[in-house]
């Protein structure tokens, strides 16, 4: 190997850079792996803590000030302490419109207040799968919403097993598709 190559460093390969990479090109390779979510709104589930309103925020932000879409943003995740803030403060910053929900009964005037948004982006309160009763109430809250995309969001430093249960516990909601998130954040995947 040349060692003006990029990928070594005093003539040894980069131990991280090669495992990072050979990861991303294995779950390539399983998976259709893609960053574009579908569908006017795209609701995000999952287990507290992923990386579900951050990922909101990020992709807000690339459709808002990259792609010049009209994009909304709208939370049920009023359990958290600070969570509407902080969608309402993302929201602020990209200038885009924003609704909080406290039941189900609030969705139709929220989504109505959204309705001239091309993307709606709904952040939903993280749950765990042992809960089968929050799990209920989250399909409850997003057959009301009716989302054109779910996409299940799992962090990379979950275990193996634990990401497993995650994987079956969620299946109750009939998911789209998986964003992972975190790969920067743990050594082994």
Known sequence: HDIKDPHFKDGKKERKRIADTMVMDRIHSIIKAGCDTEG??????????????????????????TDKMKVGLLTIDTY?????????????????????????KDIDAAMDN?????????????????NLLQLSEL???????????????????????????ILKGFSEISYDNLILTKFDETNTY
């Open 114 to 130: 959204l309705k001239d948004c091309e993307r709606v982006y709904v952040d939903t309160t993280g749950r765990s799968t042992k």
């Open 139 to 165: 399909k409850l809250y997003l057959r009301r919403i009716k989302p054109d995309n779910i996409s299940l969001v799992l962090s990379m430093t979950t275990k193996y097993r634990d990401m497993i249960e």
């Open 40 to 65: 006017r709104v795209v609701a995000f589930i999952g287990p507290t803590g992923v990386g579900k309103t951050t990922t909101i925020a990020k992709l807000a932000a690339i459709n808002t000030l």
């Open 80 to 104: 958290r302490i600070g969570a509407v803030e902080q969608l309402k403060a993302y929201a602020d910053i990209l200038g885009v419109p924003f609704a909080s929900v406290n039941s189900i």
